[in-house]
């Protein structure tokens, strides 16, 4: 390898250290810790239609501490059963969590009639915080 | 060569800062701590109004219980998983809240009229907390019930005997008779009484 090639490898790898180092020690700070989901307006409507409408997934991953409060918005015309609950047009409901653990809801919007929302804990190590990162990224991604 | 490095040196510098920064940002605007352990709906809602036998062989009505918080749950007297958990809970955080337990009302609706009487529901609730108020009705009363809150309840088969997969979760009614919460299964009566004395102090 040349002398140039090496030096070139040297600052690579510094840099990937470098941006490693970046993410996994930046404390994860988030304005808000809402995870939301809308049923949007003529949601009612379009599935009345014959038309398979989907919003809620069924797994949800929250985070302790940064993400981990469970919101969900009526903005159709009609009331929804819309994950655990009933809501009526306009109404939000906003869960919190407190523990990380697996919850199971009943959830007739889902064929397994269940909706599972896993709380994980908050990312505190340098390799939590990367792993969350990107699982950030790729979820914003697709 | 070496601008070629620099240039990566620098993408990867900016990708670090993107993943950080993207990740910690905002999703909404509004995210204060939440008042209550349960989940809060937005605006509150009155609770709908029924008409059922009490367990005390009197009338039923949720609108009775104005001026006092209600928690409000739906399950049946032979029950084996959770009904007896979530009864036992209540009947805790009541004990906890001592003087002010006075103000909070356990309705229990049962999904199961064909077994739950109003004498077996009394005797049963009885066994948890004399206050305990059950209601039980026709399956038309009580389906109509499940329908305005909300409420699953699937009955399942299993030899000559039977069980329901039914809704596990509480609602919390304020004094003014609006649905302010709605707490899951398995919260702890610590958790009760946080939300509970929120809800009495208004």
């Known amino acids: 390898m040349t002398r140039r090639g090496a030096l070139t490898l040297s600052v690579l790898a510094a840099a990937s250290v470098a941006a490693l180092a970046v993410v996994g020690f930046t404390p994860i700070h988030s304005a808000s810790r809402d995870r939301v989901f809308a049923i949007p307006k003529g949601t009612w409507a379009r599935r009345m239609a014959g038309n398979k409408v989907e919003i809620l997934p069924s797994q949800i991953r929250l985070t302790l501490g940064v993400r ?75 | 060569m070496r601008h070629t490095a620099a240039r990566c040196a620098t993408a990867l510098s900016v990708l670090a800062l993107v993943v950080s920064a993207g990740a910690t940002r905002a999703a909404a605007p509004n995210s204060g ?17 029924f008409n059922l036998l009490g367990s005390n062989g009197g009338a039923l009505k949720i609108s009775s219980y104005r001026g006092k918080v209600v928690l409000l749950a739906f399950g049946y007297t032979s029950c084996t998983a959770v009904c007896p958990i979530t009864l036992n809970t209540f009947a805790v955080a009541r004990r906890k809240l001592a003087a002010a337990a006075a103000d909070v ?98």
């Open chain 2, 105 to 202: 009302q356990v309705v229990y609706i049962t999904v199961d009229p064909q077994r739950d009487d109003a004498a077996r529901m009394k005797k049963y609730l009885g066994a948890f907390d004399p206050t305990f108020v059950g209601g039980t009705g026709t399956e038309q009363q009580l389906g109509a019930v499940r329908k305005d809150y909300g409420i699953s309840a699937r009955k399942l088969r299993a030899g000559d005997s039977y069980s329901y997969d039914h809704s596990s979760f509480t609602y919390l009614i304020d004094r003014s008779g609006r649905i302010r919460a709605m707490m899951p299964y398995g919260h702890s009566p610590d958790d009760y009484v946080h939300d509970l004395t929120v809800l009495l102090k208004e």
């Open chain 2, 33 to 49: 701590p939440p008042a209550l352990k349960a989940g809060t709906f937005d605006p509150p809602r009155q609770a709908p109004d």
């Open chain 1, 68 to 142: 981990d409060i469970l919101v969900l918005r009526n903005q159709d015309d009609v009331p929804q059963i819309f994950g655990p609950t009933l809501m009526m047009p306009g109404q939000s409901f906003r869960l919190p969590f407190e523990r990380a653990a697996e919850y199971t809801f009943a959830c007739t919007a889902h064929a397994s009639g269940q909706m599972t929302i896993v709380v994980e804990p908050n990312p505190t190590t340098p390799w939590a915080r990367i792993r969350w990162r990107l699982a950030e990224l790729a979820s914003a991604a697709r």
